[in-house]
């Protein structure tokens, strides 16, 4: 027993490191498949010996059954908002009451921090250990969203260091990056779910759900800003160690000598806001002295201290043409805005998704109005709200048809849910959407098997499931429009090699709603051939670390579909071969190496060349920085090459790069 107690401490002690150096330092030694196969050990060595089993185990992130509602959290010191300035005059103004308000002070000094569009948290921490941790609320008493915070990998669940007090209550935003939440509602439409409108709703949304493994699929992360009953100088004094104890913190904070300079750190973010990978509405700007602070104290519900310069809303009016309805590959029906085009945050934007009749009805869009709309990230942007006065008489309210669009048949909405859908599923625009799943990039990656080519498939009835596709050949290809000889033999080429494939890649395509890459990664791991897999039950899939009830429910209604289990046993007759499940990589030639790539590749597309480099061991990024290792060089390069010759990273061509893993 001692002997595996040595076992888990070690990894344990491996793993939050590991978690430090990534979310903390950006500085990964690891690829992400090296760090599951170690947490997936860590896990079954606990099961085999509860009794070591302790609350800051990594493990333990996950694990807490679904609750029915959110106990209340008080705070022992009121989680305040902040005082909003909306110009330069109010800053000026801010400055001013806090000279006054330290008459006696020769110096004030600022510290500037981006304020981040997510969710406000308070962490506490007994010991070391993360014990409790809550949302703002009314700023006296939050929600209990303990269980929902484990699941955040960059909330260390046991300090780095010894040196924290007894109580440490810590405060901070849980947020979601931009390409992150872009995946998060790709993967949400292909499942016929209501896509989020921006990522600050969807990270607030994720930490409120009721079933945590729900929340731990969901790509959030964290910022520590504010440290509570520690003794620290200075605002600088607390960042800094935060840091030290495994807090990751928003490396662009600014120490400012004036308001004057803390003015043109707001208004230089305003301008590059677009080039961080998350959303910020504005600054924070802070009196770095905690001296200073307390002298001034607090208004009712806002510190005298600080305050928040926001930024002017990415925000324009246009008109909507017409709403269409589109039919997914469960079925669901979603309306859609035809706007006309109109420039917002530098992009032109046509199209706003309406997600379903109660969101039409909440806002009372009408084609033919004049709308507010509002872009949220990198995804359509969000109407905002429909500006009346300009309305137009004689519009109607919209519904959504009675029957599907495509195939004519009646749409039903169940009880309880907000999505229409058509439950004829032999829909053809249910199986175009279920086959482009089934063979796109993420999934069995056949190439050549475009939208139109699908569409022509399924309209001619060569195509009635994913089986079918294995079934091709080049007589019954060529027929089809702009389809000869050539392009024919290479669409069953590529069928042909798709037929050795990661488990995990197919069991992805299937489309099983709930299952995203990342759990379609961590099932193939645990069952390790198809077989296994289809057989087996509710218990073994609640067993498996980080899927809960819900996504349980999804699988083995998905396996126990007799329909379903008929097509999976006709695509493995067709010959599937899958690989060994990614529960490790190739080779370690590339471990502890940053890449980062640029330009267009000519041999492969860049999420080809970041799979390869995980595969070897290394780790793709998408910034240069100190830590990066090979800048690699397509044509096209733009300044990152000049940044990386700035900073002395080796610049490097795709050839030198193929080289390197020895292909």
């Given amino acids: 027993m001692r002997e595996v107690s040595k076992k888990i401490n070690l990894l344990r002690k491996e793993l939050n490191l590991h978690n430090y150096r990534y979310y903390v330092l950006d500085d990964p030694i690891i690829s992400d498949s090296q760090y599951d196969s170690m947490l997936i050990k860590l896990q079954e060595l606990e099961e085999k010996n509860p009794k070591l089993i302790t609350v800051d185990s990594p493990t333990q992130r996950i694990g807490a059954t679904p609750i029915e509602s959110f106990g209340n959290i008080e705070h022992r010191l009121p989680m305040l908002s902040l005082e909003n300035a909306m110009d330069i005059n109010s800053l000026i103004a801010f400055d001013d009451r806090v000279k006054k308000g330290l008459s006696k002070e020769k110096k004030v000094e600022y510290v500037a921090e981006l304020k981040l569009d997510g969710l406000a948290v308070e962490l506490v921490y007994e010991n070391g250990v993360f014990i409790k941790g809550s949302t703002r609320g009314d700023g006296l008493t939050g929600e209990d969203i303990t269980q929902n ?50 990522p600050r709703n969807a990270a607030a949304g994720s930490l409120r759900q009721l079933d945590p493994s729900i929340t731990s699929s969901r790509p959030l992360r964290f910022f520590a800003y504010e440290a509570l009953n520690t003794g620290y100088l200075s605002q600088l004094d607390i960042l800094s160690n935060l840091k030290k104890l495994g807090f990751p913190v928003n490396p662009h904070a600014k120490l400012c000598s004036s308001i004057y ?164 599923t032999s829909c053809p625009a249910q199986l175009k959407g279920r086959i482009e799943h089934f063979v796109s990039k993420k999934a069995m990656n056949i190439e050549g098997l475009g939208k139109q080519l699908i569409d022509q498939m399924v309209e001619n009835g060569l195509i009635k499931d994913f089986s079918d596709i294995f079934r091709l050949d080049i007589q019954s290809i060529k027929k089809l429009d702009r389809m000869g000889e050539k392009s024919a033999s290479n669409l069953v080429s590529a069928i042909k090699n798709s037929k050795s494939v990661p488990l995990w890649k197919f069991i992805y395509g299937l489309g099983i709603r709930n299952v995203g890459e990342h759990l379609a990664k961590i099932i193939s791991y645990h069952f390790k051939n198809i077989q296994s897999l289809l057989n087996a039950s509710t218990e073994e899939f609640q067993m498996i670390f980080e899927i ?95 940044k990386a010759h700035n900073m002395g990273v080796k610049v490097i061509t795709e050839s030198e790069f193929l080289t390197l893993l020895g292909l």
Wanted: overall charge positive; some cysteine; aromatic content about 6%.
């Fill in 149 to 198: 915070l484990r699941t955040v990998k960059s909330i260390p669940l046991k300090l780095l260091s010894n040196e924290s007090p007894e109580l440490l209550e810590i405060r901070g935003e849980v947020f979601m990056e931009k390409t992150g939440f872009f995946q998060l509602n790709q993967d949400r439409l292909k499942a016929e779910n209501s896509p989020f409108a921006n």
């Fill in 261 to 424: 300079s803390a003015i043109k750190y707001s208004e230089r973010w305003e301008k590059d806001r677009e080039k961080l990978p998350y959303d910020i509405d504005g600054v924070v700007i802070k009196i770095n002295s905690l001296k200073q602070r307390e002298s001034l104290g607090i208004r009712s519900r806002s510190p005298r201290w600080a305050i928040a310069g926001k930024f002017r809303a990415q925000q324009e009016t246009t008109v909507i043409i017409d709403i269409l309805a589109s039919v997914g590959r469960t079925g669901a029906i979603t309306p859609v805005a035809k706007l006309n085009p109109v420039s917002v945050g530098g992009v032109t934007v046509t199209n706003a998704t309406l997600h379903n009749q109660d969101e039409i009805n909440r806002k009372d869009v009408r084609i033919g109005d004049t709308v507010l709309i509002q872009r949220a990230g990198e995804v359509i942007p969000e109407i905002v709200k429909v500006i009346l006065e300009k309305r137009i008489k004689g519009t109607k309210a919209y519904k959504l048809p009675r029957n599907c669009p495509d195939c004519g048949s009646k749409v039903i909405r169940y009880k309880g849910e907000v999505v229409t859908r058509c439950q004829n």
């Fill in 548 to 642: 809960g009830p819900i996504v349980t429910k999804s699988i083995v209604d998905f396996l126990d579909s007799n329909s379903n289990s008929a097509i999976i046993s006709k695509c493995i007759e067709s010959g599937l071969v899958f690989d060994d499940p990614i529960s490790s990589t190739k080779t370690s030639i590339l471990e502890g190496q940053h890449f980062v790539f640029t330009g267009t590749l000519e041999k492969f597309s860049r999420q080809d060349a970041k799979e390869l480099v995980e595969a070897y061991g290394g780790k793709a990024i998408s910034t240069v920085t100190n830590k990066t290792d090979y800048l690699v060089a397509g044509k096209g390069v733009g300044s990152k090459k000049d």
